[in-house]
């Protein structure tokens, strides 16, 4: 690593959006042939300060170098002219175009006036090759995983010449096997003499691949430090700006389940299943505990949620409420009936980007009310500052636009949305993922706490530690099949994992 030959340079940065200061006096610097994480809570001001490095952003003040040459990308085009390269946390591409397609748009090779496709395809499968993945690349995006798509999404950032590679939380649809294959490519960039800047939630990432940190708060830089001196209690606590011990106070089996009875199941499915996406299987959710779906990627923990909420249409098996047989053959027989439910894809499945807070909290409750009932503007407003209030959301106001907020605190909107119907039954699907440490904290104290007041709550994370620390029982899943039920001493990390590995061979 060459610790005193400095690739980029940002001094001063600032940058003010109407009612917030998104970045104050923030200086930045990366180094040639290191990983430099990029580290702060929802808000902090990452996403900002790359926005305006990537020329998606205007600053208000402040300078940028690279390479010792004064800076500033007015477009991401220009940011990517000049040797900066970025991938986003949403994989951006094209699902209806070709995996080639997406490597090449808007640079194609032409030969003789024409698309030369036998050069697209033979470049893309050479640049997946690097990542060690190998399909076909004249398939359609959208034929493949969004694993794939996102190694896709890497691929052609890599392929550009780059001088700065920025990856905005780029593990959080890819398996183990995936990030390991990734931090190989990564590393052998450190050895070209690439600067990375690496933005993720995943603490065991951070430690694994790193070189340096950098923490921002508030908008403000905290500070710089070398990864190997910096302890992670220690990178925690200058995150949230306080010493933090919330994590370690919600320890398994937390959530308050000696009163629960085997017969209390609130909902029975019995050889519930949807061919193509899930295979029957028996599951039981009882009020007052904390139900954890885990398996690997494409295990069928996902499509466990969207079946039993209806989103996904059961073509065998039975359902039952409270002992009553009951037809879930859409989402809103199923919030009727008392079910919640919060998608894993918040952008795409959660949030109204154009509506505001309060619209985006209202939405579900009217659905369950009925158009006829409508919701008067007064009760509106008041519901949107209770949970605005009750679940801490930062925002300027509630007419403020979802999509100006932060990840985490858009996170925070959906679930509002969904305590406002008041239900029996919460599915919460990956609600932590791409969000801070602080955010992720205050969502599992949430969960424990409503399944404290009696509500059943289905929690799905890839996270198995964040699942030990809030679940009371585990239902798991392998090749989107329930495997096996754990509780009590068999909520272990070692035992888990043996029971997601089996003896079968990985099909993911």
């Given amino acids: 690593m060459a610790e005193n030959n400095p690739i980029l340079k940002m001094f001063g940065i600032c940058k003010t959006f109407p009612g917030v200061k998104a970045l104050q006096n923030v200086d930045f610097m990366l180094r040639a042939g290191e990983v430099h994480c990029l580290m702060g809570e929802n808000g902090a001001g990452k996403s900002t300060l790359i926005k305006v490095l990537t020329g998606v952003e205007k600053l208000d003040k402040g ?46 090779p032409i030969t003789a006036g024409r698309i030369n496709w036998k050069e697209i395809n033979k470049r893309a499968e050479a640049a997946l090759e690097k990542l060690n993945v ?52 990564l590393r052998k960039l450190k050895k070209d003499g690439i600067g990375i800047i690496f933005i993720t939630h995943f603490l065991d990432q951070v430690y694994e691949i790193s070189d340096r940190i950098t923490v921002l708060r508030n908008g403000e830089l905290v500070g710089e430090f070398e990864t190997a001196a910096l302890p992670r209690v220690q990178l925690v606590a200058k995150m949230i700006g306080k010493e933090f011990d919330e994590l370690a106070s919600l320890n398994k089996g937390n959530v308050a389940v000696a009163n629960i009875e085997d017969d209390t199941s609130f909902i029975k499915a019995r050889g519930l299943g949807s061919s193509g996406t899930i295979k029957p299987f028996d599951l039981d959710i009882k009020k007052g505990e ?28 039975e359902l039952f409420i409270n002992n009553r ?42 659905a369950k009310r009925g158009m006829g009932k409508y919701i008067t503007r007064k009760e509106q407003e008041q519901l949107a500052d209770k949970f605005i209030k009750l679940l801490s959301i930062k925002t300027a106001g509630p007419e403020q636009l979802i999509k100006n907020l932060s990840g985490g605190n858009q996170q925070k909107v959906i679930l509002a949305r969904w305590l406002a119907t008041e239900p029996d039954l919460l599915i919460l699907d990956e609600p932590t993922r791409g969000i ?56 272990t990390e070692h035992y888990v994992m043996q029971t997601i590995a089996g003896g079968q061979n990985d099909a993911e």
């Fill in 63 to 108: 300078e940028i170098f690279l390479d010792g040459e004064n800076i500033l990308p007015k477009t991401p085009l220009e940011a990517q002219a000049v040797g900066i390269s970025t991938v986003y946390q949403e994989v951006n591409l094209c699902p209806n175009l070709s995996v080639a397609e997406n490597m090449f748009i808007g640079r194609e």
């Fill in 134 to 185: 190998k399909i076909d690349v004249t398939q359609t995006l959208d034929s493949y995983s969004v694993a794939i798509q996102q190694m896709v999404a890497i691929a052609r950032s890599l392929d550009v010449s780059a001088k700065v590679l920025i990856l905005d939380e780029p593990t959080s649809s890819l398996d183990k096997n995936e990030v390991d294959k990734l931090f190989e490519v």
């Fill in 290 to 317: 904390v139900l954890g779906l885990v398996g690997l990627l494409g295990s069928g923990r996902t499509e466990t949620a969207r079946v039993l909420f209806g989103a996904d249409k059961a073509d065998s098996g």
């Fill in 325 to 366: 047989k009951v037809s879930m053959t859409s989402p809103i027989d199923a919030i009727k009936q008392g079910m919640a439910f919060c998608p894993e894809d918040r952008k795409k499945e959660g949030i109204i980007g154009d509506l505001t807070v309060r619209e985006n909290i209202m939405l579900a409750l009217q």
């Fill in 436 to 491: 801070d440490v602080g955010t992720k904290t205050e969502i599992q104290k949430l969960v424990v706490k409503l399944a404290e007041e009696g509500m059943a709550v289905v929690f799905i994370s890839s996270e198995l530690d964040e699942e030990l620390r809030t679940c009371s029982r585990m239902a798991v899943f392998r090749d989107r099949q329930k495997i096996a039920e754990l509780t009590g001493d068999d909520l």
